[in-house]
């Protein structure tokens, strides 16, 4: 039956051998008191709750849903007790600071959490996934009265946080957006509009939500340099009487997947919030809150192919089919569970990779590391979101296929695993929108100069490699310098042709995520070597092989449709 491993195992294994981290830790004041004991204690106690109390919640929790009458929503049996558990265990704060009562641990240990939680339970994972944003934007951008009131009740989870963008003429273009927020004489905001599509816009998990809008105020310029943040609580606080705020919770979505998490319309009228940031410049202070959204979505599309692999692996083993073989010996379904096996394990360095360097780009010590790290964050983000994403739900789709009819019906699992990865493709920036962040902004922008940095560094990693991994990298090698041809005839040819790399940027994204793979694979190979004889390392290593060998190969086919698209794409 469907069930959840943490693999702690190879988080370990990227941690400790692949990344190092724990060397990374001594080097940067802020974090060097933490050892590879301490974190992989701490992941074996996330591991423990994602597995016992948040997997065997989820298929129920699919069935039930959210209910919700007159603006009250009730979530799935079980939910409150596990987001008690969840605040108890301390998990809200685990990258929080100290001074906020946080615990102050790496965001990399963060991202392993949030990966276990998202493969268990994508659907509760929902409520305190923009918990840690929400803490971020507010630390940066908050006012010192803000900072002071609610602070501290994100970091320990005590109240939930939400994120209020969209709107229904206003989806992927935030600049369309109408929700209006006009001055009152005592600094205070009065917050006027409507919200679609709000994650946990309303919950019976926390005694209060914490809201953050995006709104215009009187004469904002039109477009997205007229959009401002505000902080909107459900209840007041503690001077203002606590009395319930002007938010309503009009109704929730019914949803492909995802049932357990509310997926809310809202109604602010004349909520009072108070300005967080500068005017006018709320989509900066609200980005702070997205990229952390997002490498978590990224992590939702690494957990579904993870989970889906275990259970694919567990149940091809056991069913056995044509004369007399497990399912697991036939050729066609090897091949689609070596395919999960690499693909999670070669996007968990990368995924680990961008949390480090998170990590770096706030706490180290060098000025110019910090610049350095948070240019590939930008980098990696899009592509993390876009390409794990779209591999979860695609793996999970494919892991279907092992169970044959069964895989169709729900008592199985993996049905509820394809549709609730579906909408990691869509929420937090769709990943078309991904693409062209990634093209657009972080590529051309600059004429490539940054990508250049990042291929440089993988680049720096197959110099340093033995003999022994020659072959992966040789590989890489290939990879960037596809890579690199790729940008510069895209940097050559876009001012001629301004529409090619929008029509060609979902390919380049891929190629780029093959790239990284190509890097991750070299990585894990290497770090694998020296354990001969172990026979999980023997396997890790056939992955990686296996991931060159099969999946390498549709990096050039997107790296050649990217040269091929010079003709204009006819009109729909
Ligand atoms: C379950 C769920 C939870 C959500 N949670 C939240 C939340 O908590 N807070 C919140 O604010 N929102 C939330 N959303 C909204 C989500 O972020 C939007 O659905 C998403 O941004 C896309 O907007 P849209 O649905 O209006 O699609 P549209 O913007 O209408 O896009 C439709 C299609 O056109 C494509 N497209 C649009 N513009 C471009 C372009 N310039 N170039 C290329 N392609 C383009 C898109 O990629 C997409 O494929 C949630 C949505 C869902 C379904």
Not at 12 to 25: G, K, R, Y
Not at 52 to 57: D, G, K, S, T
Not at 251 to 259: D, H, L, T, W
Not at 524 to 543: E, H, K, N, S, Y
Request: glycine share 10%; net charge neutral.
């Amino acid at each position: 039956m469907w069930s959840y491993t943490p693999p702690l195992r190879d988080m370990q294994f990227v941690i400790e051998d692949v990344l190092q981290a724990p060397a990374a830790w001594a080097a940067i004041p802020a974090l060097a008191e933490l050892d590879a004991d301490t974190a992989r204690a701490v992941l074996a106690e996330a591991g423990r709750f994602a597995s016992e109390v948040l997997a065997p919640i989820n298929s129920a929790a699919d069935l039930q849903g959210c209910r919700w009458r007159d603006g009250v929503v009730t979530t799935p049996a079980g939910y409150r007790e596990a987001y008690a558990a969840y605040v108890q265990g301390g998990w809200p704060a685990l990258s929080c600071r100290p001074d906020d009562g946080g615990q102050g641990l790496p965001v990399l240990l963060d991202a392993a959490l949030n990966e276990m939680i998202a493969a268990a339970n994508h659907g509760w994972t929902m409520y305190p996934g923009l918990l840690h944003g929400a803490y971020e934007c507010l630390r940066a951008h908050g006012s010192d009265a803000l900072k002071q009131r609610y602070l501290g009740k994100l970091a320990s989870g005590e109240w939930l946080a939400t994120m209020n963008l969209t709107e229904p003429q206003a989806g992927s273009d935030l600049g369309l957006l109408r929700t209006k927020a006009e001055p009152r004489a005592d600094g205070s905001y009065a917050i006027i509009g409507s919200k679609v599509f709000i994650s946990g816009g309303e919950q019976d998990l926390t005694p209060n939500i914490v809201h953050l809008v995006l709104a215009r105020l009187p004469e904002a310029p039109p477009g997205t340099k007229g959009i401002s943040l505000f902080l909107a609580p459900k209840f007041l606080p503690d001077d203002m009487g606590r009395a319930r705020n002007a938010i309503r919770c009009t109704g929730i979505e019914k949803k492909m997947g995802i049932k357990g998490s509310a997926t809310c319309a809202m109604s602010f009228d004349g909520a009072t919030g108070w300005l967080i940031g500068q005017p006018h410049r709320g989509l900066a202070a609200m980005f702070v809150m997205m990229n952390a959204a997002r490498l978590h979505v990224a992590l939702q599309g690494l957990g579904h192919l993870e989970i889906a692999q275990q259970n694919a692996h567990a149940y091809a083993r056991e069913r056995i089919q044509g004369r007399g073989k497990a399912i697991a010996e036939h050729p066609a379904m090897r091949r689609t569970l070596w395919t999960l096996r690499a693909l999670a394990e070669g996007e968990r360095v990368i995924a680990y990779w961008a949390a480090m360097l998170l990590d770096e780009s706030h706490h180290h010590p060098d000025a110019a590391r910090r610049a350095q790290a948070s240019d590939f964050v930008g980098l990696l983000t899009p592509v993390a979101k876009a390409f794990f994403t779209d591999n979860g739900h695609r793996g999970a789709d494919d892991a279907l296929q092992v169970w044959g009819g069964y895989g169709f019906v729900h008592d199985y699992g993996i049905e509820q695993a394809v549709r609730d990865s579906r909408i990691a493709l869509i929420y937090e920036g769709t990943n078309e929108i991904q693409a062209i962040d990634l093209l657009q902004r972080k590529v051309l922008d600059d004429g490539g100069a940054k990508l250049g940095g990042l291929l440089a560094r993988l680049e720096a990693d197959a110099d340093r490699v033995g003999a022994a991994s020659a072959e992966f990298a040789d590989a890489l090698r290939a990879q960037t310098a596809a890579a690199r041809a790729a940008t510069a005839a895209l940097v050559a040819g876009a001012q001629a042709d301004p529409e090619w790399p929008l029509r060609v940027a979902d390919d380049y994204l891929r190629g780029i995520g093959f790239t990284l793979l190509a890097w991750a694979w070299l990585k894990r190979a290497a770090a694998a070597q020296p354990l001969a004889g172990d026979a999980w390392a023997g396997d890790t290593l056939r992955a990686a092989r296996f991931g060159v060998q099969w999946l390498l190969p549709e990096a050039a086919f997107r790296w050649q449709r990217v040269a091929a698209q010079r003709a204009a794409l006819p009109s729909a």
